[in-house]
Nanobody, 114 residues
Framework: QVQLVESGGGLVQPGGSLTLSCVAS????????MSWYRQVPGKERELVAQ????????DYADFVNGRFRIARNNGLNTLYLEMNNLKPEDTAVYFC???????WGRGTQVTVSS
C-alpha cells in the first residue's frame, strides 16, 4: 500500500535550518507530483511547496519568501524540504503528500523557538 514517512523535524532556534525527508513506497514515485504541507493545531493544513514528477517545476507559498527549497531524488523515492532562516511562525507539523491523491504521511513536528 501507499506509504509516506516523514522525518527530520525537531527543535531549532529562530534563524536556524532543518531539512525534512519523506520516503515514499507503494506507488510509482517518479510519476507523481509531490507536495509539502503544514498544519498548526486549530488551523487548516496549508500548502508549503510542490514539485513536479521529474523535479523540473516547483512552486512555493508566498510565506516561504525564498527560505525553503523542495527537491526530490527519484532513485531513492525520497522528497525533501530544505528550510532556512526559520521563524517561530514556521512551527507546525509538516506532511508530505502525493499530488492528486489523498495519500498523506503522519507528519514530522518542527518547532522554532529560542
Amino acid at each position: 500500500q501507499v506509504q509516506l514517512v516523514e522525518s527530520g523535524g525537531g527543535l531549532v532556534q529562530p534563524g536556524g535550518s532543518l531539512t525534512l525527508s519523506c520516503v515514499a513506497s507503494g506507488f510509482p514515485f517518479r510519476e507523481s507530483g509531490m507536495s509539502w504541507y503544514r498544519q498548526v493545531p486549530g488551523k487548516e493544513r496549508e500548502l508549503v511547496a510542490q514539485i513536479s514528477n521529474l523535479g523540473m517545476s516547483t512552486d512555493y507559498a508566498d510565506f516561504v519568501n525564498g527560505r525553503f527549497r523542495i527537491a526530490r531524488n527519484n532513485g531513492l523515492n525520497t522528497l525533501y524540504l530544505e528550510m532556512n532562516n526559520l521563524k517561530p511562525e514556521d512551527t507546525a507539523v509538516y506532511f508530505c503528500k502525493r499530488n492528486q491523491y489523498q495519500n498523506w504521511g503522519r507528519g514530522t513536528q518542527v518547532t522554532v523557538s529560542s
